[in-house]
């Protein structure tokens, strides 16, 4: 059963709390706290569950788990101590470009919710910019803010990959088959057309026999 008035919400970090539903003590609670701003509790990762009859618990790379294992704990801490290893173990699982991407887009979520995200795109389409535009009369550096064009159009680029998507990007790929110098002279020495189509290139350096015709310079 949760607490409806949190003990413990003066707590340097408080996020979340529940009611240890095993315990007589009705003041016997698990606490969530955010380990950045309270140091003195140790350990790995941002998130805590506290105890705090025991002032220990363990930690996790975020909110979501920890408050996960807020509520499996509160209703009974050795029924559920498996399942909170387990969460443990999922998050210093050995990294891959799932679980990374997976891990951090907790955190962002737990660090950003989407009006403060919409709120930064928004200053970012109506940027701004100071420069100077000379001195007054007594020497001084006079400046004006005028719009910051670059800025406003990366936010706007942003706002439509959101909004529409990326555009498809045009790729043209171009194939070359590359020839050695052997497979060139039997080529010439056998194919009549292919002869014809050097000759027209290059011009007259082909005698009428295949031959080619160059001066010889000695040093």
Avoid at 46 to 66: E, H, Q, Y
Avoid at 68 to 88: E, G, N, S, T, Y
Avoid at 112 to 134: H, K, N, P, Y
Wanted: some cysteine; proline content about 4%.
């Amino acid at each position: 059963m949760r607490t409806n008035s949190p003990l413990y919400s003066n707590m340097p970090g408080y996020a979340k709390e529940r009611k240890v539903s095993a315990s007589d003590d009705p003041k016997h609670c698990l606490v969530v706290l955010d380990r950045n701003l309270c140091p003195e509790f140790k350990g790995k990762n941002r998130w805590i569950v506290i105890d705090t009859m025991t002032k220990t618990g363990p930690t996790f790379t975020s909110l979501r788990k920890a408050a996960a294992a807020l509520d499996m704990l509160a209703v009974d801490p050795d029924k559920f101590k498996d399942q909170i290893i387990r969460l443990q173990k999922a998050q210093v699982s050995k990294p891959s470009a799932t679980n990374v991407s997976t891990r951090l887009q907790q955190m962002l979520e737990d660090e950003f919710d989407f009006s403060e995200i919409s709120e930064m795109i928004r200053e970012l389409t109506a940027a701004t910019r100071v420069v100077a535009i000379g001195k007054d009369d007594e020497g001084n550096t006079e400046y004006e803010e005028v719009i910051d064009y670059q800025t406003r159009e990366k936010g706007l680029k942003l706002l439509l990959s959101y909004l529409v998507g990326q555009p498809v990007q045009r790729q043209e790929i171009i194939t070359r088959t590359v020839k050695t110098q052997e497979e060139i002279m039997n080529k010439l020495e056998t194919d009549p057309n292919y002869r014809a189509g050097f000759k027209k290139m290059f011009g007259s350096i082909f005698s009428d026999d295949g031959e080619i015709e160059a001066d010889i310079i000695e040093d």
